[in-house]
């Protein structure tokens, strides 16, 4: 399964910090018919990320009924990315 969207990256304090993406709403749904197949546990979905040049291995992780991406540092690094800035997010999904 190979999705393209675009969406913000938001900061989550939470015990670690982390950076997400928000899988929007019609690739949310599409990615929770193949969840049941896929998943690892706890609803984690593992995935390649493409944003700009740079491609990385993550895991999606659900999120009040939908999925968020986590931008790892790596990314963001290489893409010069920051809270805020809109990306085209491209995820690759085995299933």
Known sequence: MLLRFEGEIWFWRGPAPFHFVTVPTAEAAAIAEVAPVVTYGW???????????????????????????????????????????TVTVELAIDA
């Open 43 to 85: 609803g984690m979905i593992p995935a390649a990320v493409t944003i700009g040049d740079t491609r990385v291995t993550t895991s999606l992780w659900p999120k009040d009924g939908a999925y968020v991406v986590p931008i790892k540092k790596a990314l963001q690094d290489a893409e010069h990315l920051g809270v805020g800035d």
